[in-house]
T-cell receptor, first 114, second 113 residues
Framework: QKEVEQNSGPLSVPEGAIASLNCTYS??????FFWYRQYSGKSPELIMF????GDKEDGRFTAQLNKASQYVSLLIRDSQPSDSATYLC??????????????FGQGTILTVHP | EAQVTQNPRYLITVTGKKLTVTCSQN?????MSWYRQDPGLGLRQIYY???????DKGDVPEGYKVSRKEKRNFPLILESPSPNQTSLYFC????????????FGEGSWLTVV
């Protein structure tokens, strides 16, 4: 079974700080990596996706991918109380019968306190 | 407005009574999928479909059926629901595959008693 692992938290950071969320995956053949944010009782919403090694920045969010070490991370700069949510890492294990599968980690609960 | 629509949003049913959760998308997406979400287990994929008449099992398909007769619709069928299928269900779609951005429906809360 291909796996995606996240620290479930909760991760608590003060307002204005950098929140760092991490995710590891088991299959070296993984192609696409996604970060979703989910507020309680709501559906997941896409924050960022990354396909290539390195960093990808979008506003206050930076996704980092290291395929050799098989981890992907999400940095949230200048964290705000509205960022408090569960963050889900998702990995597409491409190739063969896995092409249509998207596997999620358990999610990390982030709390940003004023 | 681009959206994925699920119905019903909330349902309480009894063990063994067949039910169908409908899912429809208006984005002409080829790929559709169903997930269930349970506390501590995250989102787990039930079934997915790469296109009309093409479906495949996800990680937790037992007790579920799906069909894809039209591009826009992907219903989830519970032939004989059991209490362990009590969960929050999400339908999702994307342009071509799980490697593209996936859009989720609002979720369906299902309780089986």
């Amino acid at each position: 079974q291909k796996e995606v692992e996240q620290n479930s938290g909760p991760l608590s950071v003060p307002e204005g700080a950098i929140a760092s969320l991490n995710c590891t995956y088991s299959d070296r053949g993984s192609q696409s990596f996604f970060w979703y944010r989910q507020y309680s009782g709501k559906s997941p919403e896409l924050i960022m996706f990354i396909y290539s090694n390195g960093d990808k920045e979008d506003g206050r969010f930076t996704a980092q991918l290291n395929k050799a070490s098989q981890y992907v991370s999400l940095l949230i700069r200048d964290s705000q109380p509205s960022d408090s949510a569960t963050y889900l890492c998702a990995v597409n294990f491409a190739g063969g019968t896995s092409y249509g599968k998207l596997t999620f980690g358990q999610g990390t609960i982030l709390t940003v306190h004023p | 407005e681009a959206q994925v629509t699920q119905n019903p949003r909330y349902l309480i049913t009894v063990t063994g009574k067949k039910l169908t959760v409908t899912c429809s998308q208006n984005m002409n997406h080829e790929y559709m999928s169903w997930y269930r979400q349970d506390p501590g287990l995250g989102l787990r994929q039930i079934y997915y479909s790469m296109n009309v008449e093409v479906t495949d099992k996800g990680d937790v398909p037992e007790g579920y059926k799906v069909s894809r007769k039209e591009k826009r619709n992907f219903p989830l069928i519970l032939e004989s629901p059991s209490p362990n299928q009590t969960s929050l269900y999400f339908c999702a779609s994307s342009l071509r595959s799980a490697g593209n951005t996936i859009y989720f429906g609002e979720g369906s809360w299902l309780t089986v008693v």
